[in-house]
């Protein structure tokens, strides 16, 4: 099956959508189906373990971008016409004069994450209409179905490469956030919260892992810049200070015990209604977070079977099971 991916960010670009577009690029590869990517123009085209990338150059992201994605897919048309199925990752609207002018094409759609709090009625059309115009969907997460009344056909969480867990004596009194340094991560909280360990806990070590928009606002903690082998970091470090599915997941197969903030509603229900909420710590304050990393440095024990829970858990979330459900969802 020639399959096309429609994705604002895929590699040299770090992130979740990255990741997850790239791992089930990979295994639909090794099945036989022959992939293309379309993304932004960070990078060159050409070859990537397998993947064909096409790149949409000098892509702004303003109100005009659609219009220059259009022009660019008319003129690579080809494209299209040679696919069996599309598949948009959230962009749906790239494809969107296309799905008149090929109506018999079959188009998917998987819905990651939310973009922002509160959320907007534009937010919630778009994403219905990409729902209603697509030939199935795919949530990363449970919360989608109930903030923007998307009817899922399949609910996924990601998934990870367990490998060998580092045995390795690790300073307890420590942790590590990594992920891009913005609102909906967190960071800022975070790093409030390892003010109030660090006053009972005065050594504690606390490393930030990443790029954004508050890097020089944590200009004072120790911080380096994200790397894609980033969960190599949870080798040396204690508890992960994470709250994006995909870092929650490589936390739990490290076992490493997982500390999530939220600051919103949607970001509340995006870690509760996860199938992994009672194997990870959740608070709504950097004071009730530093509480609980006291508790757990107190108390081995409780840690230890938190860990496990989360690690018997993680350990059935594939790549192989979560490409089960794009080749299910593409036969609907």
């Known amino acids: 099956m020639k399959i096309l991916f429609l994705t604002r960010g895929f590699y040299p670009g770090i992130g979740g959508v990255e990741k997850h577009v790239e791992e089930v690029s990979k295994i639909l590869i090794k099945k036989g189906h022959d992939l293309t ?4 123009s960070y990078g060159d085209e050409g070859l990537y373990k397998g993947i064909k990338i096409k790149r949409i150059k000098k892509m702004q992201d303003n109100w005009f971008e659609k219009f220059y994605v259009w022009i660019w897919f008319w003129k690579n048309k080809q494209l299209i016409k040679n696919a069996d199925i599309v598949h948009a990752h959230d962009v749906f609207y790239w494809y969107l004069p296309f799905r008149f002018m090929f109506p018999r094409k079959k188009v998917f759609i998987t819905f990651h994450g939310y973009e922002s709090y509160p959320v907007r009625k534009r937010a919630i059309i778009v994403r219905k209409i990409s729902e209603l115009l697509s030939n199935g969907n795919i949530c990363v997460g449970d919360f989608i179905k109930k903030w923007y009344g998307t009817k899922a056909n399949f609910v996924i969480y990601g998934a990870v490469n367990v490998s060998a867990v580092n045995k390795r004596t690790i300073n307890r009194q420590s942790a590590i956030f990594y992920g891009r340094l913005d609102d909906q991560t967190g960071v800022l909280d975070y790093a409030k919260a390892t003010e109030l360990i660090k006053e ?12 954004g928009k508050y890097k020089h606002r944590l200009k004072g903690y120790n911080t380096k810049k994200f790397k894609k082998n980033a969960v190599k970091y949870l080798e040396n470090y204690n508890f992960a200070f994470v709250s994006r599915y995909l870092s929650i997941l490589e936390a739990l197969a490290a076992k490493r015990l997982a500390f999530a903030l939220y600051d919103n509603p949607i970001k509340e229900d995006y870690l509760r209604m996860s199938p992994f909420s009672g194997y990870i710590v959740i608070e709504n304050s950097p004071k009730k977070l530093a509480e609980r990393v006291d508790y757990y440095l107190r108390n081995r024990q409780a840690e230890e079977e938190l860990i496990e829970k989360g690690f018997s858990w993680v350990t059935n979330q594939t790549w192989e099971n979560v490409v089960g459900a794009y080749l299910r969802n593409s036969q609907k």
Request: proline share 6%; net charge positive.
């Open 200 to 211: 009972k806990y005065p050594k504690f070590d606390f490393l930030i892992l990443g790029e």
């Open 37 to 40: 990517v379309v993304t932004k």
